[in-house]
């Protein structure tokens, strides 16, 4: 999906925030606050605190609230910053090395770290810190540049598949050998397509002083030490996403406008004339339609233009995405309307993967198909609208409950964690105790006080909500138990009460 894609930027002292738009339509969006920075790239100096033998790895101190989780048996994430990549075997120029196929938590083929218990070492953030669990860590460090990433202690070159033409790939080998040094990594990314061995070289070199000053650093402070941090998110992800199959990147922030146009002068000059500063009145996230796509991401489900509609669950643990045909009822024949709305379903599915930034294990559950031809038709469609999405996916074929598990790389919390909090009232369930419910509550609660309460008025104070039912289609029960156990009841009601909270006051008749 080489879609023509446009980037929109809206800053101000407080935020930044980023949306990828590809054929105009939403993809991705990114938000960064001055109280919350992305932490994914810092590279620390840190202290081992202790090793845990039973997870292989490593907890140790980088001075955040939680320790940050090091594995001891990984090798270097060639594939960190691009979905696919191909190796140069070492020393050769012969076929790539087969993939590691492994999950996440097995060790990879390399031998662990020999480090111990208040050892310092340096270590970068590769997963930002998620509810209790703290960041995880890599000590194979990487520094990103628009055309390459480079690894100062990894002898490997890499060049992105997305660089299809194999001439290329082999030009871009060759440039990589000619411009490193023994013993250093480099992936070369899709932008360095279109580079010229000066600008690759240029970026490289500026790169290696990075790696320079860091080392420095590190040598002449105390750990734990922040020793490197990524640029700011408009200008990392200008570095990222702006790529040749960019239209334009509109900019409403004057000093954000100049500080992109000062790194694309020196990182890539040939793009400064697609940076456009706005002006109009409308906000730039309004007018270009971003905000009304945004209210969409707190929806549970979303309709699909055929009548069909997808509901979308996220916990802790996995994604479960459902597909439902709902009001679709244009085709006569059972399965050509299944497929349809499969394959509608489908890009969207890919669309709210990226946009809602939805990672780790994701089920996706299909309407069923008797014909295994279409099923792998839709399977396709997702991967053909996954196609440009930067972070790594991995499928597994349909199970024999008609599920398709997938899994995503995840970085960072989902948008919905960053853009929302758990709700006071439900505390993340989703849903809160029923009317009828509270009303037993507060009956239950006054039958288990009710030698102190005999003979008092009762004075029962709900939510607006709550009182209201207990006074109209609740009224005859509660008079009853009134009655029965000699008591007053009094409602009133109080806008500063959640639904599921309620307070009993008592006075004397």
């Given at each position: 999906?080489?879609?023509?894609?446009?980037?929109i930027?809206?800053?101000?002292?407080?935020?930044?925030?980023?949306?990828?738009?590809?054929?105009?339509?939403?993809?991705?969006?990114?938000?960064?606050?001055?109280?919350?920075?992305?932490?994914?790239?810092?590279?620390?100096?840190?202290?081992?605190?202790?090793?845990?033998?039973?997870?292989?790895?490593?907890?140790?101190?980088?001075?955040?609230?939680?320790?940050?989780?090091?594995p001891?048996?990984?090798?270097?994430?060639?594939?960190?910053?691009?979905?696919?990549?191909?190796?140069?075997?070492?020393g050769?120029?012969?076929?790539?090395?087969?993939?590691?196929?492994?999950?996440?938590?097995?060790?990879?083929?390399?031998?662990?770290?020999?480090?111990?218990?208040?050892?310092?070492?340096?270590?970068?953030?590769?997963?930002?810190?998620?509810?209790?669990?703290?960041?995880?860590?890599?000590?194979?460090?990487s520094?990103?540049?628009?055309?390459?990433?480079?690894?100062?202690?990894?002898?490997?070159?890499?060049?992105?598949?997305?660089?299809?033409?194999?001439r290329?790939?082999?030009?871009?080998?060759?440039?990589?050998?000619?411009?490193?040094?023994?013993?250093?990594?480099?992936?070369?990314?899709?932008?360095?397509?279109?580079?010229?061995?000066?600008?690759?070289?240029?970026?490289?070199?500026?790169?290696?002083?990075?790696?320079?000053?860091?080392?420095?650093?590190?040598?002449?402070?105390?750990?734990?030490?922040?020793?490197?941090?990524?640029?700011s998110?408009?200008?990392?992800l200008?570095?990222?996403l702006?790529?040749?199959?960019?239209?334009?990147?509109?900019?409403?922030?004057?000093?954000?406008y100049?500080?992109?146009?000062?790194?694309?002068?020196?990182?890539a000059?040939?793009?400064?004339?697609?940076?456009?500063?706005?002006?109009?009145?409308?906000?730039?996230?309004?007018?270009?339609?971003?905000?009304?796509?945004?209210?969409?991401l707190?929806?549970?489900?979303?309709?699909?233009?055929?009548?069909?509609?997808l509901?979308?669950?996220?916990?802790?643990?996995?994604?479960?995405?459902?597909?439902?045909?709902?009001?679709?009822?244009?085709?006569?024949?059972?399965?050509?309307?299944?497929?349809?709305?499969?394959?509608?379903?489908?890009?969207?599915?890919?669309?709210?993967?990226?946009?809602?930034?939805?990672?780790?294990?994701?089920?996706?559950?299909?309407?069923?198909?008797?014909?295994?031809?279409?099923?792998?038709?839709?399977?396709?469609?997702?991967?053909?609208?996954?196609?440009?999405?930067?972070?790594?996916?991995?499928?597994?074929?349909?199970?024999?409950?008609?599920?398709?598990?997938?899994?995503?790389?995840?970085?960072?919390?989902g948008?919905?964690?960053?853009?929302?909090?758990?709700?006071?009232?439900?505390?993340?369930?989703?849903?809160?105790?029923?009317?009828?419910?509270?009303?037993?509550?507060?009956?239950?609660?006054?039958n288990?006080?009710?030698?102190?309460?005999?003979?008092?008025?009762?004075?029962?104070?709900?939510?607006?909500?709550?009182?209201?039912?207990?006074?109209?289609?609740?009224?005859?029960?509660?008079?009853?138990?009134?009655?029965?156990?000699?008591?007053?009841?009094?409602?009133?009601?109080?806008?500063?009460?959640?639904?599921?909270?309620?307070?009993i006051?008592?006075?004397?008749?």
């Amino acid at each position: 999906m080489n879609q023509k894609s446009e980037i929109i930027i809206s800053a101000n002292e407080w935020e930044t925030r980023l949306a990828l738009t590809e054929g105009d339509v939403l993809v991705e969006f990114h938000v960064e606050r001055a109280e919350k920075l992305s932490l994914v790239g810092r590279v620390y100096k840190a202290r081992v605190e202790n090793i845990v033998k039973g997870l292989r790895g490593a907890f140790v101190d980088i001075g955040l609230r939680k320790n940050g989780f090091l594995p001891l048996a990984e090798i270097p994430e060639f594939d960190a910053f691009e979905e696919d990549l191909e190796f140069e075997p070492k020393g050769g120029t012969g076929d790539p090395p087969p993939r590691h196929k492994g999950t996440k938590n097995e060790p990879r083929n390399s031998p662990a770290m020999e480090i111990k218990e208040g050892q310092d070492i340096l270590v970068q953030i590769v997963k930002e810190p998620f509810s209790e669990k703290g960041a995880r860590v890599t000590s194979y460090i990487s520094l990103a540049g628009r055309y390459m990433v480079y690894f100062p202690a990894v002898d490997r070159v890499g060049v992105s598949r997305r660089v299809r033409d194999r001439r290329d790939r082999q030009r871009l080998r060759d440039i990589a050998r000619r411009v490193r040094r023994e013993k250093v990594g480099l992936i070369l990314r899709t932008a360095a397509e279109s580079a010229t061995e000066d600008e690759i070289r240029q970026e490289y070199e500026s790169l290696e002083h990075s790696w320079d000053e860091i080392r420095k650093k590190g040598e002449s402070v105390a750990a734990p030490a922040i020793l490197y941090e990524e640029p700011s998110i408009g200008v990392k992800l200008v570095r990222d996403l702006f790529t040749e199959n960019v239209r334009k990147v509109v900019v409403d922030n004057k000093p954000k406008y100049k500080e992109i146009i000062d790194y694309l002068r020196r990182a890539a000059p040939s793009l400064v004339s697609k940076v456009f500063l706005y002006g109009g009145e409308t906000p730039v996230m309004e007018y270009y339609g971003v905000e009304s796509e945004l209210n969409k991401l707190y929806q549970r489900r979303l309709w699909l233009k055929s009548g069909g509609f997808l509901t979308i669950d996220q916990t802790e643990a996995l994604v479960a995405i459902d597909v439902n045909t709902g009001r679709s009822s244009k085709e006569e024949d059972p399965e050509r309307l299944i497929f349809t709305t499969n394959m509608e379903a489908a890009g969207e599915i890919a669309r709210q993967i990226r946009l809602r930034d939805l990672s780790g294990l994701v089920l996706i559950d299909f309407i069923d198909m008797e014909d295994p031809k279409n099923t792998e038709k839709v399977v396709q469609e997702l991967r053909k609208y996954l196609a440009n999405d930067r972070a790594k996916a991995d499928f597994a074929p349909i199970s024999r409950f008609g599920l398709l598990e997938m899994t995503r790389e995840r970085t960072r919390p989902g948008l919905l964690y960053t853009l929302c909090e758990t709700c006071p009232t439900c505390r993340g369930l989703g849903r809160v105790m029923s009317r009828v419910e509270m009303a037993l509550k507060i009956e239950r609660f006054m039958n288990a006080k009710i030698r102190a309460l005999k003979g008092r008025r009762v004075k029962v104070v709900t939510a607006p909500s709550i009182a209201e039912f207990l006074t109209t289609e609740y009224s005859d029960r509660l008079g009853e138990f009134a009655r029965s156990r000699e008591l007053s009841i009094d409602v009133r009601s109080d806008p500063e009460l959640a639904p599921t909270e309620f307070r009993i006051l008592t006075e004397l008749k």
